[in-house]
């Protein structure tokens, strides 16, 4: 099987500008997680999508939102982009059923670099 | 909220030798789940091994094993005979029984020498 993929896999932007990553799970998973890789942060999880519902949401502002469509394939969106911003983005996918908790797999995840 | 601490920011080890990364958490949930994960230089997050909180027996794949004593919310990581390919950032990570939220801790970064 084909593992996660994420494009772009670097992207340079400026400050206020809007910018949307996109995910596409391994085939027939259904659940994808967002998350936010920085030096000073860490590792920090954004939300998670599962049947096109968000089903879990981490603790960042608005500015943050994703969607998942109908072939589990999943966006996330970040507007009006701040110099925090910049970032490793990384999507994970799982096969987990409802309510359950299955092992996640990383894509190679999506450089953000914000000017 | 869970938290996972790992106290050791970095650790050097010789090639074939044995090095245990140390990672304990705090959560009040009594069913969970446990993971390793290896990040090397190209960034790319590979899972390295996984606990169920439930299940006493220490996983354990390949080179990798683990400790896990659920009283003292500990889980350690043992790579036995080491490689250079082993060079890399480690994560411990906690995932709740429902959902996949997974919370991570600082990682440990570890450096294989020939």
């Known amino acids: 099987k084909a593992g996660v993929t994420q494009t772009p896999r670097y992207l340079i932007k400026t400050r206020g500008q809007q910018v949307t990553l996109s995910c596409s799970p391994i085939s027939g998973h259904r659940s994808v997680s967002w998350y936010q890789q920085t030096p000073g942060q860490g590792l920090q999880f954004l939300f998670e999508?599962?049947?096109?519902?968000?089903?879990n949401k981490g603790n960042f502002p608005g500015r943050f939102s994703g969607r998942q469509f109908s072939n589990s394939r999943s966006e996330m969106n970040v507007s009006t982009l701040e110099l925090g911003d910049s970032a490793l983005y990384l999507c994970?996918?799982?096969?987990?059923?409802?309510?359950?908790?299955?092992?996640?797999?990383f894509g190679p995840g999506t450089r953000l670099t914000v000017l | 909220a869970q938290t996972v601490t790992q106290s050791q920011p970095e650790m050097s080890v010789q090639e074939a030798e044995t090095v245990t990364l140390s990672c304990t958490y705090d959560t009040s949930e009594n069913n969970y789940y446990l993971f390793w994960y290896k990040q090397p230089p190209s960034r790319q997050m590979i899972l390295v091994i996984r606990?169920?909180?439930?299940?006493?027996q220490n996983a354990t794949e390949n080179r990798f094993s683990v400790n896990f004593q659920k009283a003292a919310k500990s889980f350690s990581l043992k790579i036995s005979d080491s490689q250079l390919g082993d060079t890399a950032m480690y994560f411990c990570?906690?995932?709740?029984?429902?959902?996949?939220?997974?919370?991570f801790g600082g990682g440990t970064r570890v450096l294989v020498k020939p």
């Open positions: 990570a906690f995932a709740p029984a429902a959902g996949n939220k997974l919370t």
């Open positions: 999508y599962f049947s096109e519902t968000q089903r």
């Open positions: 994970a996918s799982s096969s987990t059923s409802t309510h359950s908790t299955d092992t996640q797999y």
């Open positions: 606990q169920e909180a439930y299940k006493q």
